[in-house]
């Protein structure tokens, strides 16, 4: 049941599932002490059979704004070694570069940095 009280020039909204002035205190959550919520992520590029190294180096400065030789430094580790992490930083960043990168067709993870 859901009530209007009127006290003078003011209407207070009722409500049973709230109690006014009674508050609860929740215990902590429990979590890993060990893991950081500022420790870093990484993005990371897997090399696929479709895109060319040519337009990955373009992906690579256009979105990342690395310089050319930098850019084709990081396709080479894709395509040699199948992967390279070409960011690092907050979880929140690495999430939309990861997003990004999808858009331009890239394979790309994002994942916490192993310390």
Same mark, same amino acid.
């Given at each position: 049941m859901i009530t209007w009280r009127g006290l003078g020039s003011e209407t207070v909204f009722v409500s049973p599932l =709230?109690?006014?002035? @009674? !508050? @609860? !205190? =929740?215990?902590?959550a429990d979590f890993d002490e060990a893991v950081s919520l500022d420790s870093p992520w990484q993005v990371v590029v897997w090399n696929d059979p479709v895109n060319l190294m040519s337009f990955v180096t373009y992906v690579f400065r256009s979105h990342f704004g690395f310089s050319t030789e930098k850019a084709q430094r990081l396709m080479l580790a894709v395509h040699e070694e199948g992967k390279a992490v070409v960011f690092t930083g907050s979880r929140e960043e690495a999430e939309q570069h990861t997003s990004a990168l999808h858009g331009w067709g890239l394979w790309a993870t994002f994942e916490r940095v192993e310390v």
């Open positions: =709230l109690s006014v002035g @009674e !508050t @609860e !205190t =929740l215990p902590r």
